[in-house]
């Protein structure tokens, strides 16, 4: 016989300890599940409110400039003056500064009203 006994009640603890420990491991991994898949609806459920709250900015492609010809001098900017009638203006400038066309530079014409 034993010096020291256990208790009776000490053995049924112990005994049932598996049992439990088995019972906690489960309830804290379905637990753990549950908190998971709270967690994915939420997310699922903010990134689609955010997608439809985002406004996309479409900006214009701003393409390469054409090919200038040989001794121009670029673009030129026409406000409310036909082409034809801005041809007419730069030779009749040039000839009255006596250089030739390709050496002046004209960057816009307008029409004063």
Do not use: C, Y
Not at 7 to 15: F, G, L, N, R
Not at 73 to 82: F, I, M, N, R, T
């Amino acid at each position: 016989m034993p010096i020291l006994s256990t208790p009776p009640v000490v053995e049924e603890v112990v005994s049932k300890a598996p049992t439990t420990l088995d019972s906690i491991l489960t309830l804290s991994l379905v637990g753990l599940l549950v908190i998971a898949v709270v967690i994915a609806v939420i997310r699922k459920a903010m990134l689609n409110k955010k997608a439809e709250n985002t406004v996309v900015e479409v900006l214009p492609v701003e393409t390469a400039p054409a090919p200038v010809a040989p001794g121009s001098a670029g673009q030129l900017k026409l406000h409310d003056v036909e082409p034809k009638t801005a041809a007419m203006l730069m030779a009749i400038v040039a000839d009255k500064l006596g250089k030739p066309l390709n050496e002046l530079h004209f960057i816009s014409i307008k029409e004063v009203k």
